[in-house]
C-alpha cells in the first residue's frame, strides 16, 4: 500500500518567516506534487516533479518554491510567509501515467 | 480560468437513496477522469476513474458516467450511506500530452447522507 507522509499535521508559522514541508513517499514514485486546498477553491497545484533535481511550476507557484534532492522526498520552501498563504497544503505522487495519485494526510499552515 | 467545474457546492441525501454529483470540463484534451472523497483533516482518497474510451465504469457502490460530447461527467452512488458523508472532488488529466500526470481539480461538492 502506498504511503505518502507529510511531516507535520499542524504548523504555525509567522509572516516573513521561511517555512519548509516535507513529504515522503515510499514507492519509488516518478513523480511529486505539492497543491493548496482553500474553501470555495479546489485542489490548486503549486508545483511538480517529474524526476530528481527536476521541477515544474504548477497554476499558482507564485511565492513558493519546492526541492527534489532525493526521489522519496518533495519539499515545498515558502520563501517568506504571507498570511495569504494560510491554507491546506497536499503532497501527492504517482507511479506512473494514468494511474491515480496518492495523497498524503495534508499540513494545515497557518500565516499569523 | 476554472477548467473543470462542480455547480453544486453541496448535496444532502437520504441513507439509501441515490446520489448523484456533477462534473463539467471544458478543455477538450481531457482524456482521463478520476474522482476522490476527502473527509476532514485527511487527504483525498481515489475513488475511481474513466478514460474517454469508455462511458461508464462501475465499481461497487460507484458508478462513473462520461459524456464526452457534452463534456459531462457524474458521480453515482448507490444506495448512499453515512460514511460517504465527505467533499467529493472530480479531476481531470490529459494523458496524451506532455502534462500527462497533471491533474486539474474542480472546486468539490460535500455530499451529506442523512439518517
Known amino acids: 500500500d502506498v504511503k505518502v507522509t507529510q511531516s507535520s499535521r499542524y504548523l504555525v508559522k509567522r509572516t516573513g518567516e521561511k517555512v519548509f514541508l516535507e513529504c515522503v513517499q515510499d514507492?519509488?514514485?516518478?513523480?511529486m506534487f505539492w497543491y493548496r486546498q482553500d474553501p470555495g477553491l479546489g485542489l490548486r497545484l503549486i508545483y511538480f516533479?517529474?524526476?530528481?533535481?527536476?521541477?515544474e511550476k504548477g497554476d499558482i507557484p507564485e511565492g513558493y518554491s519546492v526541492s527534489r534532492e532525493k526521489k522519496e522526498r518533495f519539499s515545498l520552501i515558502l520563501e517568506s510567509a504571507s498570511t495569504n498563504q494560510t491554507s491546506m497544503y497536499l503532497c501527492?505522487?504517482?507511479?506512473?501515467?494514468?494511474?491515480?495519485?496518492?495523497f498524503g494526510d495534508g499540513t494545515r499552515l497557518s500565516i499569523l | 480560468d476554472q477548467q473543470v467545474k462542480q455547480n453544486s457546492p453541496s448535496l444532502s441525501v437520504q441513507e439509501g437513496r441515490i446520489s448523484i454529483l456533477n462534473c463539467d470540463y471544458t478543455?477538450?484534451?481531457?482524456?482521463?477522469f478520476l474522482w476522490y472523497k476527502k473527509y476532514p483533516a485527511e487527504g483525498p482518497t481515489f475513488l475511481i476513474s474513466?478514460?474517454?474510451?469508455?462511458d461508464k465504469n462501475e465499481d461497487g457502490r460507484f458508478t462513473v458516467f462520461l459524456n464526452k460530447s457534452a463534456k459531462h461527467l457524474s458521480l453515482h452512488i448507490v444506495p448512499s450511506q453515512p460514511g460517504d458523508s465527505a467533499v467529493y472532488f472530480c479531476?481531470?488529466?490529459?494523458?496524451?500530452?506532455?502534462?500527462?500526470?497533471?491533474?486539474?481539480f474542480g472546486t468539490g461538492t460535500r455530499l451529506q447522507v442523512t439518517l
Open positions: 514507492m519509488d514514485h516518478e513523480n
Open positions: 501527492a505522487s504517482i507511479s506512473r501515467v494514468g494511474q491515480p495519485q496518492h
Open positions: 474513466i478514460s474517454s474510451i469508455k
Open positions: 516533479s517529474y524526476d530528481v533535481k527536476m521541477k
Open positions: 478543455n477538450s484534451m481531457f482524456d482521463y
Open positions: 479531476a481531470a488529466s490529459a494523458i496524451n500530452t506532455g502534462t500527462a500526470s497533471k491533474l486539474t
